[in-house]
């Protein structure tokens, strides 16, 4: 039987320090962690949920991650995604005994509601780009570059691009729904990266991640050039 070292995350600083989370090494930085990298489809039907999921997994004497196991949950859906997000987290700084390195065991809770989750569906009010529809509109049309080669082989066509708008208002997650052309994909990828920060959606008052879909339309008429390549 394999020996290893048992604490509760009441004393997480003891067990060590989580890696990857630079602000604040307690348990609060492991919550917000795994909540950050919640993949939102993986949740969907779930509805509003609220309550604790307690984790359980090894650190090992590397300070890798291993035999993460969820020992009360809320929904499948959601421990399925907890249990995928754990397990991948990158290595901690393993508990030292005697100077030396061991394997220790962490328990703890995770708290969510709905508003942790951010599912669309229970937003009250939508995320939206600081001025309206008529200055993100605006926004792209500065913004986007033709690409040369859609440009130069008259490839032209809509994009819808799928993204999160997080709790500050911040951009992530960004990603093509709808295909076009590889380079026009790109840079529609790239100009929705490039956004600054929006009003965030809310629910009961408060802001909440947020999941929003815009179609990004390329004609030839738009290439900066204005150069006609459509007969």
């Known amino acids: 039987m394999k020996k290893f070292e048992f604490f509760l995350l009441l004393m997480l600083t003891s067990v060590g320090t989580f890696a990857s989370n630079h602000e604040k090494d307690d348990f609060d930085g492991l919550a917000k962690y795994v909540k950050q990298r919640l993949v939102l489809e993986n949740l969907s039907g779930i509805g509003e949920i609220q309550g604790d999921v307690l984790v359980d997994f090894v650190v090992d004497k590397d300070g890798s991650v291993s035999d993460v196991k969820i020992v009360k949950g809320l929904h499948p859906k959601l421990d399925a995604e907890v249990a995928r997000v754990l397990s991948r987290m990158p290595k901690w700084t393993p508990l030292q005994k005697d100077g030396k390195p061991v394997?220790?065991?962490?328990?703890?809770?995770?708290?969510?509601?709905?508003?942790?989750?951010?599912?669309?569906?229970?937003?009250?009010?939508?995320?939206?780009?600081?001025?309206?529809?008529?200055?993100?509109?605006?926004?792209?049309?500065?913004?986007?570059?033709?690409?040369?080669?859609?440009?130069?082989?008259?490839?032209?066509?809509?994009?819808?691009?799928?993204?999160?708008?997080?709790?500050?208002?911040?951009?992530s997650d960004v990603e093509v729904l709808r295909s076009v052309h590889p380079s026009l994909d790109a840079e529609a990828v790239r100009v929705v990266k490039l956004m600054p920060k929006w009003k965030p959606a809310e629910n009961r008052g408060k802001p909440v991640r947020s999941v929003y879909t815009l179609p990004i339309s390329f004609r030839i008429t738009d290439v900066q050039t204005n150069k006609k390549v459509l007969p």
């Open 103 to 171: 394997r220790s065991r962490v328990s703890c809770p995770i708290s969510f509601d709905f508003m942790d989750i951010g599912v669309v569906w229970r937003v009250e009010k939508m995320a939206e780009f600081v001025g309206g529809n008529e200055e993100m509109f605006k926004f792209l049309r500065e913004n986007i570059k033709y690409p040369e080669f859609a440009a130069n082989n008259s490839v032209q066509g809509r994009v819808n691009v799928k993204f999160v708008v997080e709790k500050d208002g911040s951009i």
